[in-house]
């Protein structure tokens, strides 16, 4: 989000404006959506980055700044999640051989659905004693990939990790004072991410 397009969208809306340093996260975060680089390349401390990043994008004013720019984008470029979906299932449920004849030419009347899931095509022509030789490579998407995302999308595949205390323990909070139930909380936390 350019400075011009910050400035339209607090004459616009009642969002209270950002710190010159929140724009610049803002601006830095729609980069990569990564709040911890965009904490550095904003101008925040190395060391805090990760805390700094969080904390932006709890604070409701810079979380609507980032909602609105990407969506935004997401108008500006016609890219979003339905389009995103749609994409992975022509992927997902290509079928090859409703593309590809046996002699390696692509079927005329493929459907668009199967063409799209066409991810590169070679073609090397040789000239031989008995004339042109052709051969052509098609490359489809992966599409078990496509179908992994796709199951993800739906909720089919929900990864679940297992945080456990000492020595494979139940984690024990209420004797902790609540510094060390804080410091616990963000080992863990961390130990997640990694």
């Known amino acids: 989000m350019e400075k011009n397009e910050v400035q ?3 004459s616009t809306t009642k969002l209270r404006p950002l710190t010159p340093k929140q724009q610049r996260f803002v601006e830095e975060y729609l980069i990569d959506l990564n709040a911890t680089a965009a904490a550095i390349r904003a101008g925040y401390s190395p060391d805090t980055a990760k805390e700094i990043g969080c904390e ?8 609507a700044y980032v909602d609105i720019a990407l969506a935004e984008r997401s108008k500006r470029t016609g890219v979003n999640a339905e389009v995103v979906v749609r994409e992975l299932a022509r992927i997902a449920l290509a079928n090859p051989a409703r593309v590809v004849a046996e002699d390696g030419s692509i079927i005329d009347g493929a459907s668009e659905d199967d063409l799209a899931a066409i991810q590169a095509i070679k073609v090397k022509t040789k000239q031989t004693k008995a004339g042109v030789e052709v051969e052509r490579e098609i490359r489809f998407s992966d599409k078990n990939k496509a179908l992994e995302l796709l199951g993800k999308h739906l909720g089919m595949f929900i990864e679940r990790k297992e945080l456990t205390g000492k020595d494979g323990g139940p984690i024990q909070l209420e004797a902790m004072t609540t510094e060390q139930r804080e410091q616990r909380i963000k080992e863990l936390i961390d130990k997640r991410e990694e």
């Open 8 to 10: 339209q969208v607090e």
């Open 56 to 63: 932006n994008l709890s604070k409701l004013n810079v979380r």
